[in-house]
């Protein structure tokens, strides 16, 4: 993002972050945020409805963030910051289909697998070992998850650079 931080670019005057975890506050499910510590990203987040976790290995790679999680009890649902067409009404479509056993994730209308991940309670346990930044597709390639599509690309809609997010603007008609 040449120095900006994509999970606060605006959509619609909000910051991306406050809306996802706005998003995943009205599905009913308790909502944790990783953080490093410090981070600016902590003012535009409501503390009092959700849980901060600080990752203060965060240099270590994504794992860290799902290690930071692996003490949460129940299923856990995984869902990045920057992915900005991830609706509330796609976290219930996934939360139908879990059914307390396997791994159900999201995929794209042609089923290219994306986000969010639910992973059952054995499997947010097992998150403590995870190791560098490939987050946990080691457990889901050793457990398969049950795949979900989505409607159009919202599952693989990740925006990481100035550029995408100035494509997705022009497609969507989504100002900041």
């Known amino acids: 993002m040449r120095g900006g931080d994509k999970c606060l670019e605006l959509v619609g005057g909000v ?15 308790d909502v944790a945020v990783t953080l490093r510590p410090g981070s600016e990203r902590r ?3 409501d503390t009092s409805t959700t849980r901060v976790v600080e990752v203060s290995d965060a240099d270590a790679g ?21 992915m900005p067409e991830i609706e509330t009404a796609d ?13 159900v994730r999201a995929t794209a209308q042609d089923g290219t697998p994306g986000q969010p991940v ?33 409607p ?9 650079t100035p550029e995408a ?5 022009a497609r969507t008609g989504i100002r900041n």
């Open 43 to 45: 003012q535009h987040l």
């Open 118 to 150: 639910i992973f059952p309670p054995g499997l947010v346990a097992a998150m403590a070992r995870l190791e560098g930044d490939k987050g946990a597709q080691g457990l889901l390639k050793a457990h398969p998850p049950r795949l979900v599509p989505l």
């Open 15 to 29: 910051p991306l972050l406050r809306v996802l975890v706005d998003r995943a506050a009205a599905i009913g499910w």
């Open 91 to 103: 976290m219930e479509t996934l939360i139908a289909a879990y059914d307390g056993t396997a791994p």
């Open 165 to 169: 997010w100035s494509e997705w603007r």
């Open 152 to 160: 159009g690309q919202r599952a693989i809609t990740d925006l990481d």
């Open 62 to 82: 994504m794992a860290a963030s799902f290690r930071a999680l692996s003490g949460i009890e129940g299923p856990l649902m995984v869902c990045l910051g920057d």
